[in-house]
């Protein structure tokens, strides 16, 4: 099979691997749809950030690894432990995997797992390939196929809601970013939350696309300093050293006592002043991915996710990945707002 394996910095390459083996309490999934987000752009570009050198613990596995954890396709093929029903089901992969055993997954914050892995970034092979090897309870069935690369997206993003969910009645939300997980956000509070939700983008063609798909965009012009009660990162890193990093921008507009929440990945020193989130009494949230918590409160409300994310979804073929996927995504981010990969 056809798989990409990232070795190392700027290291990646198409190959033709040995299709894998299912064992007793797995699935073989056909891979037919996969993510290219930023996080795997800028492993590229300066990693290994995230992608593990060492053993990880939990899977005995290190690079090189078949990248990409946002992903899902059809399943072919289960192993004995699992029911035969689900052949031939349309399914998106849960990435995250847990030891069950560490005082965190014990009291449900399997995201801080001291020996936590995620298929295709830390640990475990993912879904940048023909095929996949997925955990039985790591798969999550899906009749959208539209919504198949978003669902992790989709529970970082519970994740954080479901923290300020009491502070967000009658609030003023900004959403800085209009990639991936920005557009998931403002769908996820928009249409789980019943939030109003602004969203400023500074590529001008990504505001285009994500206000011609129904999203409430503003332009810097528009947006008022101390304005919003709550402001979501999902900007990270920005390789332009000429642009403000979302997360020092961010107090510009947050109002007194007003939450910032982080989930944009940044891998610098980013330039803040301590004093005036002090005296005006501001709260930072760290959110990190997701927990089983979420996944399951995602399976009762599925169903009321209506946004068409088709609009802002480029496909490219597996084997176009690295010219069309990595290389535009480092030099020409505002020609996309996703890319996914088909197999």
Known sequence: MLALIYYGNRNIALKDI???????NE??????NAGLCQTQINEFIEGPLILNTEINPLTNKALPL?????????????????????LGTQVAVLP???????????????QLCDTQAY???????????????????NIFPLENKSLLTFLEPILVAIHFARKIEKKLDNAKVLILGAGAIGISSAVVLKELFNAHVDINEILP?????????????????????????IIIDCAGTNFDSSVEPAFAEAFKYLNKKGTLVMIGTYFHAVPIMPISILA?????????AYNKSDSQWLEQRIDNIKFDFSKIIDEIALENII???YYRGEVDKDSFSRIVITC
Not at 18 to 24: F, Q
Not at 27 to 32: A, D, M, Q
Not at 96 to 110: H, I, M, N, T, V
């Open 18 to 24: 040995k299709k894998p083996k299912v064992k007793e």
């Open 27 to 32: 699935i073989l999934l056909k891979v037919s």
């Open 66 to 86: 078949i990248v990409g954890h946002e992903f899902g396709g059809i399943v072919e093929e289960v192993g004995k432990s699992v029911d035969s029903s689900l």
């Open 96 to 110: 995250a995997l847990s030891c069950g055993e560490c005082q965190w997954c014990k009291q449900g914050d399997e």
């Open 119 to 137: 298929y295709g970034l830390t640990g475990e092979n993912g879904g940048f390939a023909e095929y996949a090897i997925i955990h039985k309870d």
């Open 205 to 229: 063609e990504r505001t285009k696309r994500a206000r011609e798909a129904g999203l409430n965009m503003l332009d810097k012009s528009e947006l008022t300093q101390s304005a919003y009660d």
């Open 280 to 288: 005006q009494e501001q709260i930072i949230i760290g959110s990190y």
């Open 323 to 325: 010219e069309e996927g």
